[in-house]
């Protein structure tokens, strides 16, 4: 088959701020990406087009999946020991509290991260990157949040890559987390990003998420204090996990042996 | 700890990407119960785009009750032992853009209440995960269609696209005769005529 013509970044960046300059004129804050937007061209065929239903949470919604010791070792936070050798690039430290939209903390919860390699390229057998497969490095992760909602992976600054939505697409750096509430309706998927990055206005992934303010809740901070004597760099990036409204039992409010 | 009065702004959500296969899935994700143990069903089905093609890098996730209709708060969903129901189960579609369960049939949640599968899907090209139902049909074991007509969520939900939230009973094949294994069959539409009822809660 042959390669499909790809639009310029130039096109592309005109869709974008089309839709940026309709954004401010409407003048209603968003706060979650759209999942109409055509400028991300996998999104065209695979987003609703009728309005979300509203839903009263029942029973089974209002609980989340348990997860325990049992699950995860705790040697899954650390990306870097899971082979033989030092995977190459930066290491650094990712680590933040998980909260439900009142500012309580997510207890014990499964947080799970991927990502590329410093070199921007996956482990995934789909990834085509030319770029170098490093054989000490993975790119997979999990821990369980503490008593207080906070988690912390080591790993290793992963690299921007290409892609294929338009022509000289770049993807900007970033780890892809997966986080569960105390409840069903706060499941989020997203990816965090790295300050400065000069691919965020080039990107229609990251800019699905019209609103400024919001994007930014995606951007990690450089952290000196998190960043450690001749070892690692530190990021802090906190999460936010809404659709909450269970009143809280002492189980989830007290920090229980479990 | 000082609660702040105004909730705080939520995290967004970003597409799930085409690379998750090496990271989320896990050795055990979609067996609650292992496969064509007594009492277990097989719930299944495709997922769509918009052109009714069917969608090979799907994530489906199903969180449910237990057959007696209660909450399960056990751990070791990501380490099956074989024995311990969870409650969660994770799914990635085949090329067909197939997924497939095998779990136990949730109970009412409260008396007289349509026992559903919370579902939650995840794709590329999809921006922010998606939210909905999938009940079972009235002619399973433990629900009725008195309970599915009674349910507040379905009532809501104009008719004609009512059944998009409500699994279909699996006509036996040799195979399920022989497993005694019930199949249930719950396709996920993202867009098109038959799009699947998707679900915003408060807070969202």
Same mark, same amino acid.
């Given at each position: 088959m042959p390669e499909p013509v790809l639009a310029p970044q130039a096109d592309v960046d005109a869709e974008m701020a089309a839709i940026t300059g309709a954004y401010e004129q409407a003048g209603v804050v968003e706060t979650q990406p759209r999942r *109409? $937007?055509?400028? $991300?061209?996998?999104?065209l065929l695979r987003h609703p087009t009728k309005s979300l239903h509203h839903a009263d949470p029942e029973t089974i919604e209002l609980w989340a999946p348990c997860f325990g010791p049992t699950d995860v *070792?705790?040697?899954?936070? *650390?990306?870097?020991?899971? +082979?033989?050798g030092e995977p190459i690039g930066e290491r650094m430290v990712v680590t933040g509290r998980v909260t439900d939209g009142e500012g309580r903390p997510v207890r014990h919860q499964l947080v799970e991260i991927w990502q590329a390699n410093?070199?921007?390229?996956?482990?995934?057998?789909? *990834?085509?990157?030319p770029a170098a497969v490093d054989?000490?490095?993975?790119g997979v992760g999990r821990c369980l949040t503490d008593g207080d909602g906070w988690y912390r992976f080591t790993t290793i600054k992963p690299g921007p890559y290409p892609w294929k939505? +338009?022509?000289?697409a770049w993807r900007p750096a970033h780890i892809h987390f997966s986080m569960f509430g105390?409840?069903?309706?706060?499941r989020v998927v997203t990816q965090m990003y790295f300050p400065g990055d000069p691919l965020f206005a080039l990107d229609p992934i990251f800019r699905s998420i019209v609103d400024p303010a919001a994007r930014a809740r995606l951007v990690a901070s450089y952290d000196h204090d998190v960043t450690t004597h001749e070892w690692a760099t530190g990021y802090r990036w906190d999460i936010v996990l809404t659709g909450s409204n269970r009143t809280l039992t002492e189980t989830d409010t007290e920090d229980g042996d479990h | 700890m000082t609660t702040p009065s105004a909730p705080l702004a939520p995290t967004p959500g970003q597409t799930v990407g085409p690379f998750f296969h090496y990271a989320l899935?896990?050795?055990?994700?979609?067996d609650l119960v292992p496969?064509?143990?007594?009492g277990s069903v097989r719930l299944h089905g495709t997922v769509h785009d918009g052109a009714g093609a069917p969608v090979p890098d799907a994530l489906v996730e199903i969180w449910q009750a237990g057959p007696d209709g209660r909450v399960v708060q056990e751990h070791g969903s990501l380490r099956?032992?074989?024995?311990?129901?969870?409650g969660f189960g994770r799914a990635s579609t085949t090329r067909a853009g197939h997924y497939d369960f095998s779990t136990l049939l949730p109970g009412p949640t409260d008396p007289g209440a349509a026992p559903f599968f919370a579902v939650t899907v995840f794709a590329r090209g999809l921006l922010h995960r998606l939210f909905t139902r999938a009940y079972l049909p009235?002619?399973?074991?433990?629900?009725s269609a008195e309970a599915l007509a009674a349910d507040r969520l379905l009532a809501s939900v104009e008719e004609s696209r009512r059944t998009t939230l409500v699994a279909t009973t699996d006509a036996p094949t040799p195979a399920s005769a022989a497993s005694g294994v019930l199949g249930l069959r719950f396709d996920i539409h993202?867009?098109?005529?038959?799009e699947t009822v998707f679900l915003a809660y408060p807070g969202h």
């Open positions: *109409d $937007y055509a400028p $991300y061209r996998s999104s *070792d705790p040697l899954e936070a *650390d990306l870097t020991v899971q +082979h033989t410093a070199g921007g390229r996956y482990v995934h057998k789909r *990834d085509q990157h054989p000490n490095f993975t939505n +338009h022509r000289n105390t409840e069903f309706t706060q | 899935p896990y050795p055990g994700d979609r496969q064509g143990s007594p099956r032992d074989g024995f311990t129901f969870t009235a002619d399973a074991p433990g629900a993202l867009q098109g005529g038959s």
